[in-house]
């Protein structure tokens, strides 16, 4: 039995209300009607002797619905705008999900359900920190929880998850922040399955985080086949986003996208990974120039001998290439001595 009830909870049902406007006029034309009859009831009561069984009549239907039946109508007038929704239970039970923009009019009984209420996604940390310190303070607080817009938005909404300290695969400590867009897509089950399905999602999100950041390092010099968070930021957001997706698939949310937004190294080492990249962009550079300098003292050489300029002997070769290469691969801008003597 529970479990049939359970699925039955995870299935949204489509609540069909009537129109707000005609019941609003007809109960407005009936209140009207039952205050003079109340009024004519009363005034038929002093004007004659005796107490008409009618004059009564009018008097106790006219109060009845004047003053009690038709106000009580009136509370279930709702208003909705675009994309936004009512998830009503009658007595504790579920009844359906009212959507779509327009003035509606549902039995005055039922009670909208949002545990979210007046909780954003990027503050939902903060929702336990609630005021115990004074009785002021917390009558205050219900009071605040009794006026919320029951209104459970459909649009899509952004969470700015905080930065985290989390470990990459290499085990340095990184500094890392995403963005989330999300939107409810199953209103019965964002309200019924969990507690507060925007705190679920904020608390989901960096466990998620933490889960995939863990595979990756921060970076990869010189490895191309491999991915790391900062070379394959776009895939590693992907991959956020199908496990935060994988988790609050209960709640009825859905996961648009996910990006990060800092990618950082942690203070304590950010000085030596900085120092580390500096000597590897100087490696790199300095390869490069190698390969270069070779490059044009063997053209140089060839050029020579081609072209039949000069005859040189190994050691006199060495000793060109000693030259160029000092010249082509030093830091600093040689300084040429001229020789007028003979070659040997």
């Known amino acids: 039995m529970e479990a049939t009830n359970r699925v039955t909870q995870n299935e949204e049902i ?13 109960n407005i034309i009936a209140v009207l009607a039952c205050t003079a009859a109340f009024v004519l009831g009363i005034i038929w009561t002093q004007s004659t002797v005796g107490t008409p069984i009618l004059a009564i009549v009018l008097i106790i239907v006219g109060a009845l619905y004047g003053f009690a039946i038709g106000p009580v109508i009136f509370i279930g007038l709702k208003i909705l705008k675009p994309n936004e929704a ?89 500094i890392i922040g995403i963005v989330v867009i999300w939107r409810v897509v199953n209103t019965a089950r964002a309200v019924f399955n969990v507690d507060n399905y925007k705190e679920f999602l904020s608390i989901q999100c960096d466990s998620a985080l933490r889960n995939i950041v863990r595979l990756y390092p921060y970076d990869n010099p010189g490895k191309d086949n491999e991915e790391s968070l900062r070379g394959s930021s776009l895939d590693v957001a992907e991959k956020i986003r199908n496990e935060i997706q994988a988790k609050v698939d209960i709640a009825g949310l859905e996961v648009v996208e996910a990006r990060i937004t800092h990618l950082s190294y942690s203070e304590e080492i950010a000085s030596a990974m900085l120092q580390r ?9 300095k390869s490069m120039i190698v390969e270069g300098a070779v490059g044009m003292v063997e053209m140089a050489l060839a050029k020579l001998s081609e072209n039949d300029i000069v005859h040189l002997d190994e050691e006199r070769k060495a000793a060109m290439v000693s030259n160029l290469l000092v010249v082509l691969c030093g830091s600093r801008d040689a300084q040429p001595i001229v020789n007028s003597g003979s070659l040997y």
């Not at 990249?277 to 550079?285: E, N, P, R």
């Open 86 to 174: 009512f998830v009503m239970t009658l007595f504790g039970r579920y009844i359906g999900t009212l959507k779509g923009a327009g003035f509606y009019w549902v039995n005055p009984f039922c009670v909208a359900v949002n545990p979210a209420a007046g909780v954003t996604a990027t503050t939902s940390a903060s929702v336990k920190a609630a005021p115990t310190d004074s009785i002021a303070s917390s009558l205050s607080s219900l009071e605040s929880m009794s006026l919320v817009n029951k209104r459970l938005s459909l649009k899509d909404m952004t969470l700015n998850n905080d930065r985290q300290k989390i470990n990459d695969q290499l085990g340095n400590p990184i």
């Open 14 to 26: 489509e609540l069909k209300a009537m129109n707000g406007m005609s019941c609003m006029i007809m």
């Open 277 to 285: 990249q500096q000597a590897s962009a100087i490696v790199d550079a």
